[in-house]
């Protein structure tokens, strides 16, 4: 049992003391420089050697050739583990692994994202 006198000293130690935990949601979170967040994919690089999806060991990757030297990405955000293993295997840094990890959603539906294969298009969710 722990006495009054030293729950106060311990009370009062604690209001000068800085809090251990972050004001997140309201202040946002930084996250560190290798994070491993939400995937990003660049069209206009990719060559369609398909690596990624043989990588990936979820199978949240699939690649598919819409035209010449053009392919599509389709990302399952809710298979993908976040290993990045597909990152590191793209030759040509195609794929690219953000900082971005507030992906939450209550329908599975909106954690499959396309990419078209023009660039600089925004992706469907």
Do not use: N
Request: glycine share 6%; charged share 35%; net charge positive.
């Amino acid at each position: 049992m722990i006495r009054p006198g030293k729950m106060l000293r311990q009370v009062l130690k604690s209001i000068f003391k800085k809090p251990a935990t972050t004001k997140y949601p309201f202040v946002k979170a930084t996250m560190p420089d290798r994070f491993r967040g939400k995937l990003k994919f660049y069209p206009e690089r990719c060559i369609g050697c398909k690596m990624c999806m043989r990588d990936c060991p979820a199978g949240a990757i699939e690649i598919v050739k819409v035209g010449d030297k053009a392919f599509e990405c389709y990302i399952d955000l809710g298979k993908c583990i976040y290993c990045a293993q597909c990152v590191d295997s793209c030759m040509k840094k195609a794929l690219e692994s953000t900082k971005e990890f507030e992906l939450a959603a209550l329908d599975r539906e909106k954690l499959k994202i396309k990419y078209d294969a023009k660039p600089g298009e925004v992706p469907k969710e």
